[in-house]
């Protein structure tokens, strides 16, 4: 009986400790997450404005406005999920412009995913902001939103997530372990890019010493055809891609990259600057 006393109080402090907080608080990650939307919103207004493609730009904007005005009354948990929202339909924007977006806002972090998990549906959070879009959508680039500052409302603690328990915790008599393989560098085949400067017989990459490149490889570079969206969500699930060149590196410097053209693969589809480049296998 003593055993099973002991047993019953191991579990429940094993539990208890494998609930953990995403942040120090919910205003904390409200902060962190708005304010890397607003960058990507910025560089989704840009793109806008450099390629022409506008659509989605004002609920986007819109959604930030309203992640900042709760945040600001302290609603941090809707201020985040608005946010969000906003970076989803920022991407969207950029993505349709074919427009780079920096690689630190391609994904979300911990703190995002956690509350992007928990977030209402999008169809939801559009119908909340429906009644105050800011304009049209081509009005929408000249539109700002902000960084956020600290809140000054007391703390409020962030919602708990279980994750696995501390490796103290869990220290059990058992076989000793056994040490998980190092994982593996990405394959050289998956290193990708755009062009960023073209000229006749001449291309500059955005990749360089520093994401593994050297002289003698060579690039694929493709023309984006046509951009694929989910047509309840609006969201891109694909790209129609047309391979139009081969490009072998010749000059590798820390951020970029100069090639050669080496074959035309579709006359019709001259490089251009943002067309992705990928290593050939």
């Known amino acids: 009986m003593k055993k099973l006393g002991s047993l019953i109080v191991f579990s429940l402090l094993l539990f208890t400790a494998s609930w953990v907080a995403w942040g120090n ?57 608005h946010s969000l929202r906003s970076r989803e339909l920022a991407i969207t924007v950029i993505t349709s412009n074919r427009y780079f977006l920096d690689k630190k806002y391609q994904t979300l972090d911990e703190i995002e995913a956690g509350y992007d998990a928990r977030k209402p549906a999008s169809k939801d959070l559009d119908a909340a902001v429906k009644k105050r879009i800011v304009g049209m959508d081509k009005d929408a680039v000249n539109y700002g939103v902000s960084m956020v500052k600290a809140s000054t409302a ?72 046509a951009v694929v969206q989910d047509p309840n969500t609006g969201k891109v699930i694909d790209e129609v891609m047309v391979p139009t060149a081969e490009l072998r590196v010749n000059e590798v410097k820390e951020m970029a990259s100069t090639c050669t053209v080496m074959n035309t693969l579709n006359p019709n589809f001259p490089i251009a600057v943002k067309d992705p480049v990928k290593l050939k296998p």
């Open 25 to 81: 608080s919910i205003n904390d990650d409200a902060m962190h997450i708005l304010n890397r939307t607003v960058k990507v919103v910025n560089q989704a207004q840009n793109a806008a404005k450099s390629i022409n493609i506008y659509k989605g730009l004002a609920l986007c904007v819109t959604h930030q406005r309203q992640a900042q005005d709760f945040y600001k009354a302290g609603r941090f948990e809707e201020a985040i999920y």
């Open 154 to 225: 007391p703390a409020i603690p962030a919602p708990a997530t279980l994750k696995p328990a501390p490796a103290a915790v869990a220290a059990v008599p058992g076989p000793a372990a056994v040490p998980a393989p190092a994982p593996k560098a990405p394959p050289a085949a998956g290193i990708k890019g755009v062009v960023a400067y073209a000229e006749e017989g001449m291309v500059i990459i955005n990749l360089g010493a520093g994401d593994g490149i050297r002289e003698g490889m060579v690039f694929v570079v493709s023309h984006i055809k």
